[in-house]
Protein backbone atom coordinates (compact mmCIF):
# COMPACT_ATOMS: atom_id res chain seq x y z
CA UNK A 1 0.00 0.00 0.00
CA UNK A 2 1.57 3.58 -1.52
CA UNK A 3 1.91 6.30 1.81
CA UNK A 4 -0.42 8.63 0.84
CA UNK A 5 -2.68 8.39 3.77
CA UNK A 6 -3.39 12.59 4.52
CA UNK A 7 -1.71 13.95 1.67
CA UNK A 8 -3.13 16.74 -0.45
CA UNK A 9 -3.05 16.57 -4.27
CA UNK A 10 -3.08 19.81 -5.44
CA UNK A 11 -0.38 19.55 -8.50
CA UNK A 12 0.42 15.84 -9.91
CA UNK A 13 3.67 16.56 -9.47
CA UNK A 14 2.73 16.29 -5.67
CA UNK A 15 3.10 12.35 -6.37
CA UNK A 16 6.42 10.64 -7.09
CA UNK A 17 7.01 8.01 -9.95
CA UNK A 18 6.09 4.88 -7.49
CA UNK A 19 3.60 6.86 -6.00
CA UNK A 20 1.98 7.69 -9.69
CA UNK A 21 2.15 3.98 -10.64
CA UNK A 22 0.94 2.42 -7.30
CA UNK A 23 -2.07 4.28 -7.58
CA UNK A 24 -2.64 2.96 -11.53
CA UNK A 25 -2.09 -0.59 -10.22
CA UNK A 26 -4.46 -0.04 -7.54
CA UNK A 27 -7.09 1.55 -9.92
CA UNK A 28 -6.74 -1.60 -11.98
CA UNK A 29 -7.52 -3.60 -9.05
CA UNK A 30 -10.38 -1.57 -7.83
CA UNK A 31 -11.62 -1.60 -11.76
CA UNK A 32 -11.63 -5.50 -11.71
CA UNK A 33 -13.78 -5.41 -8.52
CA UNK A 34 -11.41 -8.31 -6.95
CA UNK A 35 -10.68 -5.44 -4.41
CA UNK A 36 -13.59 -3.80 -2.92
CA UNK A 37 -12.02 -1.92 0.29
CA UNK A 38 -14.53 0.53 1.84
CA UNK A 39 -14.74 3.16 4.34
CA UNK A 40 -17.85 3.44 6.40
CA UNK A 41 -18.67 6.90 7.85
CA UNK A 42 -16.03 8.79 5.68
CA UNK A 43 -17.60 12.08 4.00
CA UNK A 44 -15.87 14.24 1.04
CA UNK A 45 -17.09 17.17 0.57
CA UNK A 46 -17.22 18.79 -3.18
CA UNK A 47 -16.46 22.72 -3.33
CA UNK A 48 -16.88 23.59 -7.39
CA UNK A 49 -16.46 27.08 -8.28
CA UNK A 50 -16.97 25.68 -12.09
CA UNK A 51 -19.72 23.48 -13.68
CA UNK A 52 -18.65 19.71 -14.02
CA UNK A 53 -20.17 16.45 -15.18
CA UNK A 54 -17.08 14.06 -14.88
CA UNK A 55 -15.46 14.90 -12.01
CA UNK A 56 -18.79 15.77 -9.81
CA UNK A 57 -20.30 12.11 -10.78
CA UNK A 58 -16.87 10.09 -10.43
CA UNK A 59 -16.00 11.23 -7.12
CA UNK A 60 -19.63 11.17 -5.87
CA UNK A 61 -20.15 7.47 -7.23
CA UNK A 62 -16.72 6.16 -6.13
CA UNK A 63 -17.53 7.90 -2.67
CA UNK A 64 -20.61 5.57 -2.94
CA UNK A 65 -19.75 2.65 -3.84
CA UNK A 66 -16.78 2.89 -0.98
CA UNK A 67 -19.59 3.50 1.62
CA UNK A 68 -18.65 6.63 2.45
CA UNK A 69 -20.57 9.78 1.38
CA UNK A 70 -20.53 13.10 -0.62
CA UNK A 71 -21.86 16.61 -0.20
CA UNK A 72 -21.97 18.95 -2.60
CA UNK A 73 -21.23 22.40 -1.17
CA UNK A 74 -22.72 24.56 -3.99
CA UNK A 75 -21.14 28.08 -3.79
CA UNK A 76 -25.02 29.13 -5.05
CA UNK A 77 -26.69 27.31 -1.81
CA UNK A 78 -23.34 27.87 0.67
CA UNK A 79 -21.77 31.31 2.03
CA UNK A 80 -18.98 30.41 -0.03
CA UNK A 81 -20.96 32.08 -3.33
CA UNK A 82 -21.36 35.09 -0.45
CA UNK A 83 -18.12 36.06 0.00
CA UNK A 84 -17.08 34.34 3.24
CA UNK A 85 -13.52 34.08 3.38
CA UNK A 86 -11.90 30.84 2.10
CA UNK A 87 -9.81 30.83 4.77
CA UNK A 88 -12.55 30.65 7.19
CA UNK A 89 -14.73 28.40 4.78
CA UNK A 90 -11.42 26.18 4.87
CA UNK A 91 -11.34 25.79 8.73
CA UNK A 92 -14.81 25.23 9.47
CA UNK A 93 -14.97 22.34 6.51
CA UNK A 94 -12.10 21.11 8.23
CA UNK A 95 -13.90 20.33 10.89
CA UNK A 96 -17.22 17.92 9.35
CA UNK A 97 -15.47 16.31 5.97
CA UNK A 98 -12.97 13.82 5.53
CA UNK A 99 -11.32 15.25 2.39
CA UNK A 100 -12.45 18.40 0.04
CA UNK A 101 -12.15 18.10 -3.56
CA UNK A 102 -12.12 21.80 -4.77
CA UNK A 103 -12.54 22.76 -8.77
CA UNK A 104 -11.80 26.62 -9.00
CA UNK A 105 -9.97 29.20 -11.15
CA UNK A 106 -6.27 29.99 -9.13
CA UNK A 107 -4.30 27.66 -7.98
CA UNK A 108 -3.63 29.86 -5.11
CA UNK A 109 -6.98 28.87 -3.62
CA UNK A 110 -6.13 25.22 -3.58
CA UNK A 111 -3.37 26.12 -1.64
CA UNK A 112 -5.25 28.44 0.91
CA UNK A 113 -7.62 25.79 1.29
CA UNK A 114 -4.48 23.57 2.01
CA UNK A 115 -2.66 25.83 4.35
CA UNK A 116 -6.05 26.27 7.01
CA UNK A 117 -7.21 22.57 6.24
CA UNK A 118 -5.48 19.44 7.73
CA UNK A 119 -7.83 17.10 5.94
CA UNK A 120 -6.69 16.49 2.20
CA UNK A 121 -7.18 18.52 -0.28
CA UNK A 122 -7.86 17.53 -4.15
CA UNK A 123 -7.68 19.92 -6.59
CA UNK A 124 -10.36 18.90 -9.03
CA UNK A 125 -9.45 21.34 -11.64
CA UNK A 126 -8.25 24.77 -11.60
CA UNK A 127 -6.76 26.96 -14.10
CA UNK A 128 -3.25 25.62 -13.85
CA UNK A 129 -4.01 21.88 -13.18
CA UNK A 130 -6.43 18.64 -13.53
CA UNK A 131 -4.37 16.11 -12.06
CA UNK A 132 -6.96 13.50 -11.57
CA UNK A 133 -8.12 13.92 -15.32
CA UNK A 134 -3.80 13.16 -16.00
CA UNK A 135 -4.23 9.98 -13.26
CA UNK A 136 -7.27 8.49 -15.38
CA UNK A 137 -5.31 9.23 -18.74
CA UNK A 138 -2.11 7.72 -17.32
CA UNK A 139 -4.31 4.42 -16.73
CA UNK A 140 -5.97 4.52 -20.03
CA UNK A 141 -2.89 4.29 -21.75
CA UNK A 142 -1.68 1.99 -19.29
CA UNK A 143 -4.50 -0.67 -20.26
CA UNK A 144 -3.69 0.00 -23.86
CA UNK A 145 -0.15 -0.15 -23.81
CA UNK A 146 1.28 -1.92 -20.71
CA UNK A 147 4.61 -0.20 -19.73
CA UNK A 148 3.74 3.33 -20.14
CA UNK A 149 7.74 4.20 -20.13
CA UNK A 150 9.45 5.25 -23.74
CA UNK A 151 5.60 6.35 -25.37
CA UNK A 152 5.07 9.61 -27.01
CA UNK A 153 2.33 11.82 -25.89
CA UNK A 154 1.36 14.62 -27.89
CA UNK A 155 -1.16 17.54 -26.75
CA UNK A 156 -2.53 19.84 -29.71
CA UNK A 157 -4.28 22.91 -28.42
CA UNK A 158 -3.99 25.25 -25.65
CA UNK A 159 -1.33 25.33 -23.49
CA UNK A 160 -3.55 25.01 -20.39
CA UNK A 161 -4.54 23.00 -17.40
CA UNK A 162 -4.77 19.82 -18.56
CA UNK A 163 -1.03 20.40 -20.83
CA UNK A 164 0.28 20.99 -17.56
CA UNK A 165 -0.96 17.98 -15.92
CA UNK A 166 -0.41 15.71 -18.98
CA UNK A 167 3.61 17.05 -18.70
CA UNK A 168 4.13 16.77 -15.48
CA UNK A 169 2.55 13.25 -15.53
CA UNK A 170 4.62 11.61 -18.19
CA UNK A 171 7.78 13.05 -17.40
CA UNK A 172 7.09 10.96 -13.75
CA UNK A 173 6.00 7.90 -16.15
CA UNK A 174 9.07 8.22 -17.95
CA UNK A 175 7.13 8.96 -21.49
CA UNK A 176 8.13 11.53 -24.32
CA UNK A 177 6.11 14.66 -23.93
CA UNK A 178 5.24 16.98 -26.86
CA UNK A 179 3.38 19.82 -26.85
CA UNK A 180 2.04 21.51 -30.33
CA UNK A 181 0.15 25.10 -29.26
CA UNK A 182 -0.39 28.78 -31.03
CA UNK A 183 1.88 31.61 -30.37
CA UNK A 184 0.69 32.87 -27.32
CA UNK A 185 -0.76 29.71 -25.79
CA UNK A 186 2.31 27.94 -25.02
CA UNK A 187 2.21 26.00 -21.30
CA UNK A 188 3.23 28.08 -18.20
CA UNK A 189 6.94 28.58 -18.47
CA UNK A 190 7.41 27.21 -15.31
CA UNK A 191 5.46 24.25 -15.79
CA UNK A 192 7.66 23.67 -18.89
CA UNK A 193 11.00 24.25 -16.86
CA UNK A 194 9.51 21.97 -13.87
CA UNK A 195 8.41 18.80 -16.34
CA UNK A 196 12.03 19.12 -18.32
CA UNK A 197 13.75 18.82 -14.48
CA UNK A 198 11.72 15.68 -14.11
CA UNK A 199 12.17 14.25 -17.33
CA UNK A 200 16.01 14.83 -17.53
CA UNK A 201 17.98 11.45 -18.99
CA UNK A 202 14.38 10.28 -18.94
CA UNK A 203 12.44 10.65 -21.30
CA UNK A 204 11.97 13.57 -24.11
CA UNK A 205 10.07 17.23 -23.92
CA UNK A 206 9.43 18.91 -26.75
CA UNK A 207 7.40 22.40 -26.94
CA UNK A 208 6.79 23.88 -30.24
CA UNK A 209 4.01 25.82 -32.74
CA UNK A 210 4.79 23.01 -35.27
CA UNK A 211 1.60 20.12 -34.69
CA UNK A 212 3.17 18.25 -37.84
CA UNK A 213 5.68 17.89 -36.05
CA UNK A 214 4.71 17.22 -32.95
CA UNK A 215 2.23 14.75 -34.54
CA UNK A 216 5.04 11.93 -35.68
CA UNK A 217 5.30 8.98 -34.65
CA UNK A 218 2.84 9.53 -31.56
CA UNK A 219 1.37 6.50 -29.92
CA UNK A 220 -0.73 9.15 -28.13
CA UNK A 221 -2.60 11.99 -29.17
CA UNK A 222 -4.66 14.50 -26.93
CA UNK A 223 -6.44 17.77 -27.38
CA UNK A 224 -8.28 19.81 -25.15
CA UNK A 225 -10.86 22.53 -25.59
CA UNK A 226 -9.16 25.79 -27.20
CA UNK A 227 -11.08 28.24 -24.57
CA UNK A 228 -11.26 26.72 -20.91
CA UNK A 229 -13.89 27.53 -18.28
CA UNK A 230 -13.80 31.15 -17.79
CA UNK A 231 -12.37 32.19 -21.03
CA UNK A 232 -15.47 31.55 -23.03
CA UNK A 233 -14.94 35.29 -24.18
CA UNK A 234 -12.21 34.50 -26.02
CA UNK A 235 -13.54 31.47 -27.71
CA UNK A 236 -14.45 32.91 -31.20
CA UNK A 237 -11.05 34.79 -31.30
CA UNK A 238 -9.42 31.91 -30.85
CA UNK A 239 -10.59 29.78 -33.58
CA UNK A 240 -8.54 30.93 -36.67
CA UNK A 241 -5.48 30.67 -34.51
CA UNK A 242 -6.20 27.47 -33.33
CA UNK A 243 -7.04 25.82 -36.80
CA UNK A 244 -3.80 24.55 -37.73
CA UNK A 245 -3.64 22.47 -34.19
CA UNK A 246 -7.35 20.77 -34.85
CA UNK A 247 -6.67 17.03 -34.15
CA UNK A 248 -8.01 15.59 -37.45
CA UNK A 249 -7.69 12.85 -40.18
CA UNK A 250 -4.22 14.74 -41.55
CA UNK A 251 -2.94 15.14 -37.81
CA UNK A 252 -3.85 11.15 -37.03
CA UNK A 253 -2.30 10.18 -40.67
CA UNK A 254 1.22 11.39 -38.85
CA UNK A 255 1.02 9.76 -35.41
CA UNK A 256 1.54 5.95 -35.25
CA UNK A 257 -0.75 3.26 -36.61
CA UNK A 258 -1.65 2.02 -33.49
CA UNK A 259 -2.24 5.35 -31.88
CA UNK A 260 -4.85 5.96 -29.62
CA UNK A 261 -7.05 9.28 -29.24
CA UNK A 262 -8.13 10.92 -26.16
CA UNK A 263 -9.49 13.95 -24.54
CA UNK A 264 -10.78 14.63 -21.11
CA UNK A 265 -14.08 16.08 -22.59
CA UNK A 266 -16.49 18.19 -23.11
CA UNK A 267 -15.45 18.46 -26.87
CA UNK A 268 -16.28 21.06 -29.59
CA UNK A 269 -16.72 18.69 -32.63
CA UNK A 270 -15.24 20.72 -35.40
CA UNK A 271 -13.33 23.22 -33.29
CA UNK A 272 -10.10 21.27 -31.78
CA UNK A 273 -11.31 17.59 -32.93
CA UNK A 274 -13.13 16.45 -35.88
CA UNK A 275 -16.20 13.88 -34.93
CA UNK A 276 -14.73 11.74 -37.22
CA UNK A 277 -11.40 11.54 -35.13
CA UNK A 278 -13.36 11.78 -32.01
CA UNK A 279 -15.90 9.10 -32.84
CA UNK A 280 -13.56 6.98 -34.77
CA UNK A 281 -11.97 3.47 -33.81
CA UNK A 282 -8.56 5.00 -32.39
CA UNK A 283 -10.44 6.67 -30.38
CA UNK A 284 -10.56 5.66 -26.19
CA UNK A 285 -12.76 8.81 -24.63
CA UNK A 286 -15.12 6.46 -22.96
CA UNK A 287 -12.92 4.75 -22.03
CA UNK A 288 -11.14 7.41 -20.46
CA UNK A 289 -13.84 9.32 -19.27
CA UNK A 290 -15.11 5.71 -17.16
CA UNK A 291 -11.50 5.73 -15.60
CA UNK A 292 -12.10 9.12 -14.12
CA UNK A 293 -14.02 6.83 -11.28
CA UNK A 294 -11.40 3.72 -10.98
CA UNK A 295 -8.68 6.67 -10.83
CA UNK A 296 -10.28 8.35 -8.47
CA UNK A 297 -11.47 5.71 -5.82
CA UNK A 298 -7.81 4.48 -5.73
CA UNK A 299 -6.75 7.88 -5.14
CA UNK A 300 -9.75 8.38 -1.95
CA UNK A 301 -8.50 5.04 -0.95
CA UNK A 302 -4.95 6.05 -0.57
CA UNK A 303 -5.62 9.17 1.23
CA UNK A 304 -8.27 8.63 3.57
N1 LIG B 1 -13.01 16.13 -17.87
C1 LIG B 1 -13.65 16.76 -16.87
O1 LIG B 1 -13.07 17.16 -15.84
O2 LIG B 1 -14.98 16.88 -17.07
P1 LIG B 1 -16.01 17.70 -16.18
O3 LIG B 1 -15.71 19.17 -16.39
O4 LIG B 1 -17.35 17.30 -16.71
O5 LIG B 1 -15.83 17.32 -14.74
N1 LIG C 1 -9.34 22.92 -19.97
C1 LIG C 1 -10.74 22.64 -19.68
C2 LIG C 1 -10.88 21.29 -19.06
C3 LIG C 1 -12.29 20.90 -18.76
C4 LIG C 1 -12.39 19.54 -18.14
C5 LIG C 1 -11.27 23.73 -18.76
O1 LIG C 1 -10.58 24.11 -17.82
O2 LIG C 1 -12.38 24.19 -18.98
Not at 67 to 76: E, K, M, R, T
Not at 171 to 198: C, D, H, W, Y
Amino acid sequence: MNNLKGRDLLSLADLQTSEILELLDLAKQLKTGKLQPSFERKTLGLLFRKASTRTRVSFSVAMHQLGGHVIDLLPSSTQVGRGEPVEDTARVLDRYVDALAVRTFAQSELETFANYCKIPIINALSDREHPCQALADLLTITENFGDLKGLTLTYFGDGNNMAHSLMLGCALVGMNVRIASPIGFMPSPEIVAQTKKIATGKSEVLITNDPRLAAKGAQVVYTDVWASMGQEQEADDRIPLFQPFQLNSELMALADKKAIVLHCLPAHRGEEITAEVLEGDQSKVWDEAENRLHAQKALLVSIL
